[in-house]
Protein backbone atom coordinates (compact mmCIF):
# COMPACT_ATOMS: atom_id res chain seq x y z
CA UNK A 1 0.00 0.00 0.00
CA UNK A 2 1.61 2.79 -1.28
CA UNK A 3 -1.35 5.72 -0.20
CA UNK A 4 -1.12 7.78 2.58
CA UNK A 5 -4.12 5.76 4.51
CA UNK A 6 -5.36 6.72 7.70
CA UNK A 7 -6.77 4.23 10.41
CA UNK A 8 -9.25 5.65 13.22
CA UNK A 9 -9.73 3.67 16.05
CA UNK A 10 -12.80 4.63 18.95
CA UNK A 11 -13.43 2.32 21.69
CA UNK A 12 -14.85 1.42 24.69
CA UNK A 13 -12.55 2.41 27.98
CA UNK A 14 -10.94 -0.53 28.63
CA UNK A 15 -11.37 -2.23 25.48
CA UNK A 16 -7.91 -2.66 24.75
CA UNK A 17 -8.47 -0.21 21.74
CA UNK A 18 -5.07 1.30 22.16
CA UNK A 19 -3.34 -1.88 22.52
CA UNK A 20 -4.88 -2.43 19.46
CA UNK A 21 -3.71 0.36 17.59
CA UNK A 22 -0.15 -0.14 18.93
CA UNK A 23 -0.52 -3.97 17.17
CA UNK A 24 -1.67 -2.11 14.10
CA UNK A 25 1.42 0.36 14.41
CA UNK A 26 3.86 -2.66 14.14
CA UNK A 27 2.03 -4.58 11.57
CA UNK A 28 1.94 -1.96 9.16
CA UNK A 29 5.07 0.09 10.22
CA UNK A 30 3.53 3.01 10.82
CA UNK A 31 2.78 5.91 13.57
CA UNK A 32 -0.10 5.74 15.94
CA UNK A 33 -1.34 8.94 17.72
CA UNK A 34 -2.95 8.45 21.22
CA UNK A 35 -2.08 10.41 24.61
CA UNK A 36 1.53 11.05 22.58
CA UNK A 37 -0.73 13.35 20.18
CA UNK A 38 -1.14 16.22 23.08
CA UNK A 39 2.80 16.76 23.41
CA UNK A 40 2.60 17.34 19.31
CA UNK A 41 -0.39 19.33 19.81
CA UNK A 42 1.26 21.52 22.55
CA UNK A 43 4.46 21.81 20.48
CA UNK A 44 2.83 23.19 17.40
CA UNK A 45 0.07 25.41 18.98
CA UNK A 46 2.86 26.67 21.33
CA UNK A 47 0.90 26.77 24.09
CA UNK A 48 0.55 24.93 27.47
CA UNK A 49 0.23 20.97 27.44
CA UNK A 50 -2.11 21.15 30.96
CA UNK A 51 -4.43 23.01 28.05
CA UNK A 52 -5.06 20.37 25.83
CA UNK A 53 -4.54 17.35 28.75
CA UNK A 54 -7.72 19.39 30.77
CA UNK A 55 -9.81 19.07 27.96
CA UNK A 56 -8.92 15.89 25.64
CA UNK A 57 -11.78 14.14 24.60
CA UNK A 58 -13.91 15.76 27.35
CA UNK A 59 -17.54 17.96 25.89
CA UNK A 60 -17.83 21.59 27.01
CA UNK A 61 -19.52 21.62 30.62
CA UNK A 62 -23.16 21.43 30.82
CA UNK A 63 -23.83 20.44 27.16
CA UNK A 64 -25.88 17.62 26.75
CA UNK A 65 -23.56 15.88 23.56
CA UNK A 66 -24.74 17.04 20.80
CA UNK A 67 -25.67 20.66 19.05
CA UNK A 68 -29.29 20.96 20.38
CA UNK A 69 -27.90 21.68 23.79
CA UNK A 70 -25.98 24.38 22.71
CA UNK A 71 -28.77 26.15 20.82
CA UNK A 72 -31.07 25.85 23.80
CA UNK A 73 -28.65 27.84 25.85
CA UNK A 74 -27.67 30.37 22.94
CA UNK A 75 -31.93 31.28 22.39
CA UNK A 76 -31.88 31.25 26.22
CA UNK A 77 -29.11 33.90 26.26
CA UNK A 78 -27.01 30.98 28.00
CA UNK A 79 -23.03 31.27 28.00
CA UNK A 80 -21.21 28.31 28.87
CA UNK A 81 -18.29 30.30 29.23
CA UNK A 82 -14.52 29.73 29.70
CA UNK A 83 -15.07 25.79 29.71
CA UNK A 84 -16.81 26.25 26.30
CA UNK A 85 -14.04 28.05 24.52
CA UNK A 86 -11.13 26.35 25.43
CA UNK A 87 -12.41 23.18 24.54
CA UNK A 88 -13.56 24.26 21.36
CA UNK A 89 -10.37 26.41 20.78
CA UNK A 90 -8.77 22.69 21.64
CA UNK A 91 -10.48 20.66 19.48
CA UNK A 92 -9.99 23.24 16.56
CA UNK A 93 -5.90 22.79 17.33
CA UNK A 94 -6.16 19.33 17.20
CA UNK A 95 -8.30 18.92 14.20
CA UNK A 96 -5.84 21.12 11.96
CA UNK A 97 -2.70 18.70 13.37
CA UNK A 98 -4.59 15.67 12.63
CA UNK A 99 -5.03 16.83 8.82
CA UNK A 100 -1.38 17.64 8.54
CA UNK A 101 -0.36 14.34 10.24
CA UNK A 102 -2.83 12.83 7.37
CA UNK A 103 -1.55 14.46 4.72
CA UNK A 104 1.98 13.82 5.55
CA UNK A 105 1.69 9.89 6.42
CA UNK A 106 -0.18 7.08 6.54
CA UNK A 107 -1.07 6.98 10.32
CA UNK A 108 -3.30 5.54 12.62
CA UNK A 109 -5.68 7.64 15.30
CA UNK A 110 -6.80 6.58 18.53
CA UNK A 111 -10.22 9.00 20.04
CA UNK A 112 -10.48 12.67 19.54
CA UNK A 113 -13.45 12.21 16.58
CA UNK A 114 -10.49 11.99 14.13
CA UNK A 115 -12.96 10.26 12.19
CA UNK A 116 -14.85 13.01 11.55
CA UNK A 117 -12.20 15.37 11.03
CA UNK A 118 -11.36 13.03 8.54
CA UNK A 119 -14.76 12.79 6.93
CA UNK A 120 -13.36 14.26 3.33
CA UNK A 121 -10.32 12.04 3.33
CA UNK A 122 -10.63 9.12 0.51
CA UNK A 123 -8.21 6.48 2.04
CA UNK A 124 -9.75 6.44 5.66
CA UNK A 125 -10.76 3.08 7.49
CA UNK A 126 -13.05 3.92 10.52
CA UNK A 127 -12.33 1.19 13.57
CA UNK A 128 -14.80 0.98 16.86
CA UNK A 129 -13.66 -1.34 19.47
CA UNK A 130 -15.67 -2.58 22.20
CA UNK A 131 -15.83 -5.56 24.44
CA UNK A 132 -17.52 -7.64 27.16
CA UNK A 133 -17.61 -5.45 30.46
CA UNK A 134 -16.02 -8.57 32.44
CA UNK A 135 -12.52 -8.53 29.71
CA UNK A 136 -12.70 -4.43 30.24
CA UNK A 137 -12.41 -4.62 33.78
CA UNK A 138 -9.65 -7.36 33.66
CA UNK A 139 -8.12 -4.82 31.31
CA UNK A 140 -8.10 -1.75 33.38
CA UNK A 141 -6.84 -3.82 36.36
CA UNK A 142 -4.01 -4.60 34.46
CA UNK A 143 -2.65 -0.85 33.04
CA UNK A 144 -4.04 0.72 36.28
CA UNK A 145 -1.73 2.49 38.07
CA UNK A 146 -3.96 3.64 40.51
CA UNK A 147 -6.37 1.88 42.54
CA UNK A 148 -10.11 1.96 41.15
CA UNK A 149 -13.01 1.43 43.77
CA UNK A 150 -15.76 1.10 41.40
CA UNK A 151 -14.31 0.25 37.98
CA UNK A 152 -17.34 -0.47 36.26
CA UNK A 153 -18.59 2.75 36.98
CA UNK A 154 -15.23 4.28 36.32
CA UNK A 155 -16.01 2.78 32.57
CA UNK A 156 -19.56 3.75 32.77
CA UNK A 157 -18.69 7.60 33.12
CA UNK A 158 -15.62 7.56 31.16
CA UNK A 159 -17.92 6.20 28.05
CA UNK A 160 -20.38 8.64 28.72
CA UNK A 161 -17.89 11.59 28.59
CA UNK A 162 -16.51 10.04 25.17
CA UNK A 163 -20.16 10.14 23.89
CA UNK A 164 -21.09 12.92 24.90
CA UNK A 165 -17.56 14.78 23.29
CA UNK A 166 -17.86 12.75 20.17
CA UNK A 167 -21.83 13.50 19.57
CA UNK A 168 -21.50 17.14 19.64
CA UNK A 169 -19.00 17.70 17.70
CA UNK A 170 -19.76 15.04 15.31
CA UNK A 171 -23.41 15.15 14.76
CA UNK A 172 -22.98 11.68 14.98
CA UNK A 173 -23.76 8.63 17.86
CA UNK A 174 -20.80 7.06 19.51
CA UNK A 175 -20.01 3.58 19.37
CA UNK A 176 -23.10 2.97 17.07
CA UNK A 177 -22.57 0.99 14.11
CA UNK A 178 -23.51 3.52 11.45
CA UNK A 179 -20.60 5.51 12.53
CA UNK A 180 -17.73 3.53 11.46
CA UNK A 181 -16.49 0.97 8.67
CA UNK A 182 -16.25 -1.65 10.97
CA UNK A 183 -17.01 -2.77 14.81
CA UNK A 184 -15.38 -5.42 16.30
CA UNK A 185 -15.89 -7.24 19.90
CA UNK A 186 -12.15 -7.89 20.97
CA UNK A 187 -13.52 -10.04 23.64
CA UNK A 188 -14.01 -12.57 20.32
CA UNK A 189 -10.89 -12.80 19.16
CA UNK A 190 -8.60 -11.23 21.86
CA UNK A 191 -6.18 -8.53 21.22
CA UNK A 192 -3.69 -9.98 18.45
CA UNK A 193 -7.07 -11.86 16.99
CA UNK A 194 -9.10 -8.49 16.55
CA UNK A 195 -5.84 -6.27 15.15
CA UNK A 196 -5.14 -9.33 12.83
CA UNK A 197 -9.20 -8.67 11.80
CA UNK A 198 -8.46 -5.13 11.38
CA UNK A 199 -5.70 -5.70 9.69
CA UNK A 200 -6.97 -7.62 7.04
CA UNK A 201 -9.71 -5.37 6.81
CA UNK A 202 -7.61 -2.57 5.62
CA UNK A 203 -5.53 -3.95 3.61
CA UNK A 204 -8.35 -5.50 1.73
CA UNK A 205 -9.89 -1.68 1.40
CA UNK A 206 -7.03 0.18 0.75
CA UNK A 207 -5.88 -1.99 -1.71
Not at 11 to 31: D, H, M, P, T
Request: aromatic residues 12%.
Amino acid sequence: MNKKYVITVGRQFGSGGLEIAERLSKKFGINYYDKNFIEIAAKKSGLDKELFEKSDEKPPAGILGNLSGFLTNAINGGYYGENFLLNDSVFKIQSDIIRQLARKEPCIFVGRCADYVLREYPYRLDVFVCADIEDRIKNILQRQKEEIKNIRKEAENIDKQRAKYYNFYSGKVWGAAGSYHLCVNSSVLGMDGTAECIYSFAAKKFG
